[in-house]
């Protein structure tokens, strides 16, 4: 048997293997593919809504998704100072803590830009979203509700209660008071119980 008889052979009996090796491993790279731009994608949509749980989520998730190839190193830096940022909250002033905390988290999202390739420039990053005043609003009245109440629930706070008298209408001169059964009659002037009126 010539050598190209051998590799004709070989061809044909590892031909249909190969392919499906080669399928699977493509298929393997699509969803590596798709699980990375699912986080670029939540973190993108939930940028100004860090306490959203997709932001969360997308955050726990990057040292599991990008720790394969070499360029993931970047993306994984980039996550890392955000975490020390996000865990020092009562190191900086609010004010300052709030900025600092928007710059890293475009650093992170520029690296994910460049990891999946994808031509984003930073401006876009930092300026093209867009989320409805009245949304901040609700968020931010729920997290003052649910703080308030773990501090009722915890016995830090009490609800107030505020006691409310009605107010009692003194009678108009001249007009004539509804007199309830069984109770006596209106003293007259000299203090004696006016006699009941004949009603014939």
Not at 146 to 166: E, F, H, S, Y
Not at 168 to 186: F, N, R
Request: no cysteine.
């Amino acid at each position: 048997m010539t050598v190209s008889e051998f590799a004709l052979i070989a061809s044909t009996l590892l031909g249909p293997i190969v392919a499906v090796q080669v399928s699977q491993w493509l298929d393997r790279g699509r969803q590596r593919r798709a699980e990375r731009f699912s986080i670029f994608r939540d973190l993108m949509v939930t940028r100004v809504r860090g306490l959203d749980v997709r932001h969360i989520e997308a955050l726990n998730l990057i040292d599991v998704t990008f720790s394969r190839r070499w360029r993931d190193r970047y993306v994984r830096e980039a996550w890392r100072r955000y975490h020390r940022h996000l865990n020092s909250k009562g190191a900086y002033p609010e004010q300052f803590w709030f900025v600092r905390r928007v710059e890293l988290l475009n650093d992170l999202l520029q690296a994910l830009a460049q990891n999946l390739r994808y031509d984003v420039e930073r401006s876009v990053i930092e300026s093209t979203w867009y989320s409805p005043e009245a949304t901040v609003t609700l968020e931010q009245e729920q997290q003052k509700l649910r703080q308030g109440l773990v501090k009722v629930l915890d016995g830090q706070a009490a609800l107030p209660v505020q006691i409310i008298m009605p107010s009692v209408t003194p009678p108009v001169q001249g007009e004539q008071q509804y007199q309830a059964p069984g109770l006596h009659p209106p003293l007259a002037g000299n203090g004696a119980a006016a006699p009941p009126q004949d009603a014939s």
